[in-house]
T-cell receptor
Framework: EAGVTQFPSHSVIEKGQTVTLRCDPI?????LYWYRRVMGKEIKFLLH????????ESGMPNNRFLAERTGGTYSTLKVQPAELEDSGVYFC?????????????FGAGTRLSVL | AQKITQTQPGMFVQEKEAVTLDCTYD???????LFWYKQPSSGEMIFLIY??????QNATEGRYSLNFQKARKSANLVISASQLGDSAMYFC??????????????FGTGTRLQVTL
């Protein structure tokens, strides 16, 4: 069974440009999460989808960030326009709706560098 | 607000020895879950072990065990018989259940473990 996959693994863009990150969750997982780790800081929650609906987007930093999950499968996170402080590693995780422990399984992340 | 504290930015352990990575947490929710993840240099976050707040026994998964002391609000990870492949970053995380079992994780800043020969 394939794990959570994220694309690209690394993206280098200039300030003001647009970048789109993609996440493919584990097949059958209804829950999809985005997290971000800025250099040296803790991993912070951005938002949570249940199928195609946004369940919790309390961690989204501002309206330059747009997340979508059309059809309830893969998700994209677009940053437009990118700023220097957006640099960091963006993680995606998914979990099944049907377990009490609800383990979140993570991808390898996308390292975003905004110059 | 929930908070996770990992006070050890870096740890060294000799191969085949046991090591304890510290994690303390703060929450007002009586029902919560505690998690440990490993992040090797490849970048992927690997789930290691889970402890529920109402679990009577400490969780164990192979060489990993969780020393859960509820009154002290600590959930230390114990790795027995360390191997070179255990060298990685380790994150402690918590989920409060009052917002749903599928709710977000709160992470600590991590501990970098280096296993030496």
């Amino acid at each position: 069974e394939a794990g959570v996959t994220q694309f690209p693994s690394h993206s280098v863009i200039e300030k003001g440009q647009t970048v789109t990150l993609r996440c493919d969750p584990i097949s059958g997982h209804d829950n999809l999460y985005w997290y971000r780790r800025v250099m040296g800081k803790e991993i912070k929650f951005l938002l949570h989808f249940v199928k195609e609906s946004k369940q919790d987007e309390s961690g989204m930093p501002n309206n330059r960030f747009l997340a979508e999950r059309t059809g309830g499968t893969y998700s994209t996170l677009k940053v437009q326009p990118a700023e220097l402080e957006d640099s960091g590693v963006y993680f995606c995780a998914s979990s099944s709706q049907n377990t009490a422990k609800n383990i979140q399984y993570f991808g390898a992340g996308t390292r975003l560098s905004v110059l | 607000a929930q908070k996770i504290t990992q006070t050890q930015p870096g740890m060294f352990v000799q191969e085949k020895e046991a090591v304890t990575l510290d994690c303390t947490y703060d929450t007002s929710d009586p029902s919560y879950g505690l998690f440990w993840y490993k992040q090797p240099s490849s970048g992927e976050m690997i789930f290691l072990i889970y402890q529920g707040s109402y679990d009577q026994q400490n969780a164990t998964e192979g060489r990993y065990s969780l020393n859960f002391q509820k009154a002290r609000k600590s959930a230390n990870l114990v790795i027995s018989a360390s191997q070179l492949g255990d060298s990685a970053m380790y994150f402690c995380a918590m989920r409060e259940v009052n917002t749903g079992t599928a709710s977000k994780l709160t992470f600590g800043t991590g501990t970098r473990l280096q296993v030496t020969l």
